[in-house]
C-alpha cells in the first residue's frame, strides 16, 4: 500500500531583509531623538525686593554680585574675573565666609547657555544660595 501524499510546496519564506530595514530605522530614529546629557539641577532664588529704608535684614547672609557683561566678561563687586578662573576665585570667597550668596547679574544680550555655564561654575564652587537679577 503506497500513500500519494502531496509533494511540498515551493513557498517563499519569510524574507528578513524588511525586517532587518525596520530595526535599523528604529535604531537610527532613537538614537537621533534621544540625547544623552545628564541633567543637574541647581537652587534658584530670584533676589528680593530692594527695601527703600536701606537697611538689610539680620539674617541674611553677605552677598557677591557677579555681573556677566554681553561680551562675556565678568566681574565680581567690580573687579574683573577671568571666565576660566571664576570656579576658584568663588571658592576663596565661599573660604573667606562660608555663607556667602552670589547674585547673578546678567546684561540684556547674554545668551542662555552662557548665564546657565556660569551659574553652573558658581554651584560648582560650593556656594548654597545662588540669585539670578
Known amino acids: 500500500m503506497r500513500l500519494d501524499l502531496p509533494a511540498p510546496r ?3 519564506g519569510i524574507g528578513l531583509t524588511p525586517l532587518i530595514d525596520v530595526v ?3 535604531l537610527l530614529f532613537f538614537l537621533l ?6 541633567w543637574r539641577a541647581f ?10 529704608d536701606g537697611e538689610t535684614p539680620a539674617d541674611e547672609p553677605p552677598a557677591l554680585l557677579l555681573r556677566i557683561h554681553g561680551d562675556g566678561a565678568l566681574d565680581i ?8 578662573r571664576l570656579a576658584e576665585v568663588i571658592a576663596g570667597y565661599r573660604e573667606r565666609r562660608p555663607a556667602v550668596a552670589v547674585v547673578v547679574a546678567p546684561a540684556a544680550d547674554v545668551p542662555l547657555q552662557a548665564l546657565v555655564g556660569v551659574m553652573d561654575a558658581v554651584v560648582a564652587a560650593g556656594i548654597d544660595t545662588l540669585r539670578l537679577q
Open 10 to 12: 515551493a513557498g517563499r
Open 24 to 26: 535599523f530605522i528604529l
Open 33 to 38: 531623538a534621544s540625547h544623552f546629557h545628564q
Open 43 to 52: 537652587q534658584l532664588d530670584t533676589a528680593p525686593v530692594s527695601r527703600t
Open 77 to 84: 563687586n567690580g573687579e574683573a574675573v577671568a571666565p576660566g
